[in-house]
């Protein structure tokens, strides 16, 4: 008998951005640079493309909403990438929400917060992560795709 045809599509990865990083671009060029939110899900997109692989780009300015997105995650993404932006400094909820990701979790950040303020050195985000990439601006959430797609290639081989 032929083999059926699977049709079965990929999760898309998700990239959550957390508080202010929607205004991102226009102020601060000096710590994140000049390139907007638009333009990091643009370059997200086709790079991610370039694996096969589908995004889904959330922002939200509300700890709550973040951790509704990432419990929509469970079960609608197969790699979460996260910048949770000032909620990483405190945010034990979204800690929480990450721990029942069972798919890889990629904390991103622009700047790398370990040369920056004090306040900026705890990160409750890295406790429920993979791994992170920090410090390469927009690069940061391209290497982070490219870790995804080496993780998942991985696993289905
Ligand atoms: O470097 C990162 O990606 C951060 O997650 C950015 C957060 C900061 O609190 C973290 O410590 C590190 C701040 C995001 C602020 O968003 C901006 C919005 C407009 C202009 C500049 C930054």
Do not use: W
């Not at 096969?52 to 700890?63: P, V």
């Not at 798919?103 to 985000?125: C, D, G, K, M, Q």
Request: with cysteine.
């Amino acid at each position: 008998m032929a083999k059926k045809p699977n049709k079965t599509k990929a999760l898309p990865i998700h990239i959550l951005n957390g508080p202010n990083l929607n205004l991102l671009g226009s102020r601060e060029p000096d710590i994140y640079g000049k390139t907007s939110l638009a333009d990091i899900e643009k370059a997200c997109r086709a790079r991610a493309k370039s694996h096969g692989f589908s995004i889904l780009f959330d922002q939200s300015n509300k700890g709550g909403e973040l951790v509704e997105m990432i419990q929509r995650a469970r079960t609608a993404a197969a790699a979460e990438l996260v910048n949770a932006a000032a909620y990483t400094h405190t945010s034990v909820a979204v800690l929480d929400a990450l721990k029942m990701l069972t798919a890889p979790v990629i904390e991103v950040h622009l700047s790398n917060p370990a040369r920056r303020e004090n306040f900026r050195h705890t990160s409750y985000v890295a406790m429920g992560a993979t791994g992170t990439i920090a410090g390469f601006g927009l690069n940061s959430y391209l290497l982070a795709i490219e870790a995804v797609a080496a993780l998942l290639k991985d696993k289905k081989a």
